[in-house]
């Protein structure tokens, strides 16, 4: 069984930063991949950012550039640095992890931008 839990949401202002962290239940490194999603009121849920075993990663246009996905296998732990943060970006954001087949997702953390 995969858990997953999120923390770093809050309130922050326009321009501001946040750095999320999930953190995983065994080893990170039995996942195929680990990524961030986030769902807006009103909105689908939408896809941010995703890593790799290998490292690899890859970002939604809308963030290309603001957000950084990280990993730290000795924690089990993957990241995501917020910056230069938008009234936009404000969501539940939710990690997951693909592992055999299946995805699994935490229970997420809002992220609130507002001056």
């Known amino acids: 069984q995969v858990q997953l839990v999120e923390s770093g949401g809050g309130l922050v202002q326009p321009g501001g930063s946040l750095k999320l962290s999930c953190a995983a239940s065994g080893s990170i490194f039995r996942y195929k991949a680990m990524g961030w999603y986030r769902q807006a009121p009103g909105k689908q849920r939408e896809f941010v950012a995703a890593?790799?075993?290998?490292?690899?990663?890859n970002y939604a246009d809308s963030v290309e550039g603001r957000f950084t996905i990280s990993r730290d296998n000795a924690k089990n732990t993957v990241y995501l640095q917020m910056n230069s943060l938008k009234p936009e970006d404000t969501a539940v954001y939710y990690c997951n992890a693909d592992h055999l087949a299946v995805r699994y997702w935490g229970q997420g953390t809002q992220v609130t931008v507002s001056s």
């Open positions: 890593i790799t075993s290998g490292g690899s990663t």
